[in-house]
Structures are given as structure tokens and as C-alpha cells.
């Protein structure tokens, strides 16, 4: 496998050059900017752990081996850092147990290997016929918009004394206060301040709902005390629910997109040609997502802070993520550091996640726009608007064993209707043929 060869005088970088990715700067440099990577990563990553209830040491511990993996598989040429995929998020809730969960998290991860596997024998032509612009936007969008309810939390209603008594132990009313200002944390963090701290706007956010929720007693530090510096991460191993992994389906499609858009991100940063570099990815990123599934911890996918790190510092060395691999795997050795994230009370998760899942749904709008969709013509229109609905509502069927939730039912309702109506309006002559694709965007989900 190559390693690196110093760029100039390992110093500096002068304007209208890059530091490639088979080139680094001097360790101390290169070191201090993989735990800038680090720091990016940080706020979403450990952001998935908290709602779907895994240990944050644990996901950060495959966070770190994926990353190691994907640099590995990539010989050193292909530069990202994986962490903590939302797209999991639905699915998760909809799971009975967390064992179930991650046993879709490795059916996702061995799904995307043989897509990948695929992907680099034929081209990924046919995954952009699959999924054009519209269709692969509506799914993103469906996915962030589904999750609605679980910003807003949950209620139970109770009898006490003859009087009913409403108890919200999750989400934004659960600490409508604390979820109000993290929300305004985060918005004002992110048009108030430039650079890398500008894009930490969701950590800066959590950080100063931590405090507040402090302040007003919503949190517990037993926990954080009881915890050892120093110890081994929690591993759980999978279970697999034939009903439950239909649900993982579409987080196929997102991660196939993500990987794609990340390739095309970094090309363009770099001037070369990574076309070939898809398949390989797309493998890395499911051997990373299946460990982390076996192991307890987060599925996995590229992500778009890094890539904005890349694009500010112009330093695309493969050599700062095997530091910033290797920081994250130290921090996933501290059960302390585990505790303190884990302590996140239910105001600031409903808070991030207001903010958060609405994003992600807006990436899905992002998608259409940056590859022109026209919604005048019925063909793109109606799967879309279906889609949405079923995905909001959480349309959900039961076909036998097989329980299918409001996002598969979208995505599924997305793309059947797409080709169909499509090939209909060209039989026909009904409406005008769809632009063909032409660009996915980079890291549409983290």
C-alpha cells in the first residue's frame, strides 16, 4: 500500500495547491489536523448514538476501524472519515429491540458490499437509472421527514389522585426550554461564527443545552462518576428480524448516494478522475457498516463536515484520517467520556433532532434543486408527492411476517411509481422525457 511523500517543505500549503492524498505535511501538522477531523466529525456522530440508545464509546470504536478499513481498502488514495450514518435513525425506532436493530444494520452493510461489488464490475450507470435525481431526493426526504415525531417525543398519561397527570420523559416537550435554546444555539452558531467552528454549529448547540439542562436539574452526573477512566467498550451482538429488515431497504439507496456524492466531492477538490474509486467505496463503507452492526455500534458513512475541513485546510492526505482514526479509537477506550455523552438529557436530543431531522429532509429538496427536477411534469411530481406522504404519515403494511413502515413504503412507492409512470409517458407521449442525471451530491446524509 503507497504512503506519503512530504509536500514541499511539509509546511506550508501555497496558494493554489493541495496537499494530495498520498502526501502529508509534517506528523505534528498532520496530526493536529486529524483531530480536527475529529472534532468535525464529533457533533453528528455521537449525536446517533444518543437517540438510538448505543453505547457512544462503542460506536466511536467502529467509527475508527471503518475508517482504518476504508483507507485500507482504498490503498491510501481515496480520503474520508466514517462515522455515524442518520439515515439509521427511523429504522431504529421502528425496531423492537436493539439487537433487531443492528441486525439490519448488517443486512444494510452486506447489501451495500454487493452493490459495491457490482458497482465496480459494471459502472454505477445503472444505480443512476435506479435512482435519478427525483427519486433518490424524495427518499432522503422522506427519511428526515418521518422522524417528526420522535424530535417532538412522547407522552404517557397517567391517573394520580383522580386527576390525569401527562408525563414526556423524550424529545422537545420532554424540556421544551432546554429544546428551544439549543435550537437557537445552534442556528445562531451557525451565522455567527466562520470557519471550522461555524460548522460545528450541532456541537456548540448540545454543548450549551448540556449546560443549560445542568442549570435547570435535568440531568444526572451518577453515572459519569461511577464510570472508569479507562476500560473496554460494550459490545452487543445482533439479532435478526426477517419483518424488521425490509425497513433497512432504502438506507441502502441513501448510502449508495452518499458514497457516490462523496467520490464526486473529493474528485472535484482534487482534480482526478475517481470513477473507478465508487465500487471500492461503496465495499468499504458496507464492510464498515456490517462490523459496526455485529459489534453494537453505529452503521456508517462518509461525511460532508469532513469534507468541508478538506475543502478550507486544501490537506486531502490519507495520513491525517489514520490519525484521526486512531484519536477516536482512543477516546472509545474512556467509558468516562462514554458517560458524560451518554448523560444527554431528553431536551437536548429534541432539540438537535428538531433541527437535524428537518435537515435532512431539506437535503432531500437540496438534491432536486441542484439537479434542476422539473415538479411540472407529473412524472416527477406525483411519485414525489407520494412519497412524502407515506413517509410523513408512516404508512405502514403488514404482509404476512413482514411489517413494511412508512419510509420503505415511500422509497418503495418512490421508485415503482417513477419508472412506471415514465415509461407509460414515453409509450404515450404524455409528457416531456426527464433530463437525465447527472450529479448526486456530496454526503447527503451523515
Known sequence: ??????????????SGEAVAPLERLTWPRTIGLGMQHVVAMSGATLIV???????????????????????????????????SSFAFLAPFAAAATVSDALGG????????????????VAGVRWINALMPPVVNGAIVALIGLNLATAAWGQCQQSVVDGEIVQSCTSGFRAAPVTGLVVVLAIALTAVLFHGILGRLSILVGVAVGYVVAWFRDEISFAGVSDAPVFGLPHFT???????LLVMFVPVVLVLV?????????????????LDDKVGKALVADGVATVLA???????????????GVMAATRVYSTAVYWVAGATALLLAFSPKVGAVIQAMPAGVLGGAGTVLYGMIGLLGARIWVQNKVDFS???????????????????????GSVTIGGIASGAIAA??????MRAVSRLRGTTAEPASPTSVPDAVLD
Open 105 to 120: 444494520v448488517v443486512f444494510t452493510g452486506a447489501a451495500l458490499i454487493v452493490v459495491g461489488v457490482i458497482g465496480h
Open 237 to 243: 451482538a445482533p439479532t435478526f428480524d426477517p419483518g
Open 415 to 420: 421508485i415503482v411509481l417513477y419508472h412506471l
Open 1 to 14: 500500500m503507497p504512503l506519503w511523500t512530504l509536500h514541499g517543505d511539509g509546511t506550508t500549503v501555497r
Open 293 to 307: 452492526g455485529a459489534g453494537g455500534g453505529s452503521g456508517t458513512t462518509t461525511y460532508a463536515e469532513n469534507i
Open 49 to 83: 448514538p444518543l437517540i438510538t440508545g448505543l453505547p457512544a464509546t462503542t460506536t466511536l470504536f467502529f467509527s475508527a476501524i471503518g475508517t482504518f478499513l476504508f483507507l485500507l481498502i482504498n490503498r491510501n488514495t481515496l480520503p474520508s472519515y466514517l462515522g
Open 257 to 273: 448516494a452518499e458514497n457516490i456524492g462523496h467520490v464526486k466531492s473529493v474528485a472535484a477538490m482534487t482534480g482526478q478522475n
Open 377 to 399: 411534469d407529473p412524472v416527477n411530481l406525483t411519485p414525489t408527492a407520494v412519497a412524502l406522504i407515506m413517509g410523513i404519515a408512516d404508512y405502514t403494511f403488514t404482509i
